[in-house]
């Protein structure tokens, strides 16, 4: 669906995204993240074509961007479903007339607007809201027109910039599991910028986390989470490095939904025989269900009795550096 190669965007002598590599997949729910500044916005405008790169290559549903003529950039953007984080609706519109909005500029006729209108405010559950001004509704209503609007000419392809930024836990919680549904109903391809490390984990099926304009690591959102990366652990607040003891292997293990619900490092004590000492252990919850990820320190001599154990029983683990 989406493939880029080599992309380069300048600013003046401010190089904005630097030889970034990236493949999005049709019906993926994909994240980018990373540290202000780090070139986020900037590549989801360039998937859209609101802005411009300088070098290498930008193709979206076959389509390379910079090619394109002013016409045919017109029509292609009606292919591509953008939802910002302050909503950006017309206040002296109501919630009806703001959804029909792109459908008027591309001058549908009345009944086809009311038919579409009708099917986004029930997908939307805004139905007995739609003669209502923005200033009426909540955050969370807010940005449910905002998805709507996004919908309205039926895109194959769902940018959101920062789309929950705004809202409260409970609020974000809910657009997220709208988003999904919209995903699997629609089979739109939706591409998500956030700080929110919990929305990537919820929501997205792969993610790529840019530091300098560059792309530092991409794949699944498990995998990454699991791994994490310098950029990631920076993000995340942690160094991802165990702190403690100096000496031995420290190896972390991540268990799935079924496997937490074994006693899995009471039956490796007793199976091994092996001692080791739990440095840190979290939960984290994913689109798919939840992830135990535990840090172990072990003797240098029992590592490959306990690596042994992991494979056998499958269980996923990577040996990690002392900090």
Same mark, same amino acid.
């Given at each position: $669906?989406?493939?880029?190669?080599? *992309?380069?965007?300048?600013?003046?002598?401010?190089?904005?995204?630097?030889?970034?590599?990236?493949?999005?997949?049709?019906?993926?729910?994909?994240?980018?993240?990373?540290? =202000?500044?780090?070139?986020? #916005?900037?590549?989801?405008?360039?998937?859209?074509?609101?802005? %411009?790169?300088?070098?290498? #290559?930008?193709?979206?549903?076959? %389509?390379?961007?910079?090619?394109? #003529?002013? %016409?045919?950039?017109?029509?292609?953007?009606?292919?591509?479903? $953008?939802?910002? /984080?302050?909503? #950006?609706?017309?206040?002296? &519109?109501?919630?009806? /007339?703001?959804?029909? *909005?792109? $459908?008027?500029?591309?001058?549908y006729n009345r009944s086809e607007i009311d038919k579409k209108v009708a099917e986004l405010l029930e997908i939307v559950d805004l139905s007995d809201k739609k003669d209502s001004k923005p200033r009426e509704l909540s955050g969370g209503q807010k940005q449910r027109v905002a998805i709507a609007r996004a919908l309205a000419m039926d895109p194959e392809i769902?940018?959101?910039?920062?789309?929950? =930024?705004? *809202?409260?836990?409970?609020?974000?919680?809910?657009?997220? =599991?709208?988003?999904? /549904?919209?995903? %699997?109903? $629609?089979n739109i391809t939706i591409v998500i910028v956030t700080h929110e490390m919990s929305v990537v984990? &919820?929501?997205?099926?792969?993610?790529?986390?840019?530091?300098?304009?560059?792309?530092?690591? =991409?794949?699944?959102?498990k995998d990454i989470f699991f791994q994490k990366p310098d950029a990631l652990s920076e993000l995340l607040g942690k160094s991802g490095k165990n702190p403690s003891p100096q000496s031995g292997i420290n190896l972390r293990i991540i268990l799935n939904d079924q496997q937490m619900k074994q006693p899995v490092l009471s039956d490796l004590a007793l199976e091994t025989k092996a001692r080791f000492v739990i440095t840190q252990s979290s939960t984290e919850q994913y689109k798919d269900g939840f992830v135990e990820i535990t840090d172990l320190n072990i003797e240098s001599e029992k590592v490959s009795l306990l690596t042994k154990y992991f494979d056998e029983y499958h269980i996923a683990w990577q040996e990690i550096e002392n900090e």
């Amino acid at each position: $669906m989406i493939k880029i190669n080599h *992309l380069r965007k300048e600013y003046g002598e401010n190089v904005i995204l630097d030889n970034v590599f990236l493949e999005i997949d049709k019906g993926d729910i994909y994240g980018l993240v990373g540290r =202000s500044g780090a070139g986020k #916005s900037t590549l989801l405008r360039c998937m859209n074509g609101l802005e %411009k790169y300088d070098k290498g #290559s930008l193709f979206v549903a076959g %389509k390379e961007i910079s090619r394109l #003529s002013d %016409k045919e950039l017109r029509l292609f953007r009606r292919n591509v479903g $953008m939802i910002f /984080q302050h909503f #950006s609706l017309a206040e002296r &519109q109501t919630v009806e /007339q703001n959804i029909a *909005l792109p $459908m008027k500029w591309w001058k549908y006729n009345r009944s086809e607007i009311d038919k579409k209108v009708a099917e986004l405010l029930e997908i939307v559950d805004l139905s007995d809201k739609k003669d209502s001004k923005p200033r009426e509704l909540s955050g969370g209503q807010k940005q449910r027109v905002a998805i709507a609007r996004a919908l309205a000419m039926d895109p194959e392809i769902l940018l959101c910039d920062e789309a929950t =930024s705004a *809202l409260d836990p409970n609020t974000t919680n809910s657009i997220l =599991s709208l988003l999904e /549904q919209i995903n %699997k109903d $629609m089979n739109i391809t939706i591409v998500i910028v956030t700080h929110e490390m919990s929305v990537v984990r &919820q929501i997205c099926d792969k993610i790529a986390v840019l530091d300098n304009g560059r792309i530092a690591a =991409s794949g699944n959102v498990k995998d990454i989470f699991f791994q994490k990366p310098d950029a990631l652990s920076e993000l995340l607040g942690k160094s991802g490095k165990n702190p403690s003891p100096q000496s031995g292997i420290n190896l972390r293990i991540i268990l799935n939904d079924q496997q937490m619900k074994q006693p899995v490092l009471s039956d490796l004590a007793l199976e091994t025989k092996a001692r080791f000492v739990i440095t840190q252990s979290s939960t984290e919850q994913y689109k798919d269900g939840f992830v135990e990820i535990t840090d172990l320190n072990i003797e240098s001599e029992k590592v490959s009795l306990l690596t042994k154990y992991f494979d056998e029983y499958h269980i996923a683990w990577q040996e990690i550096e002392n900090e």
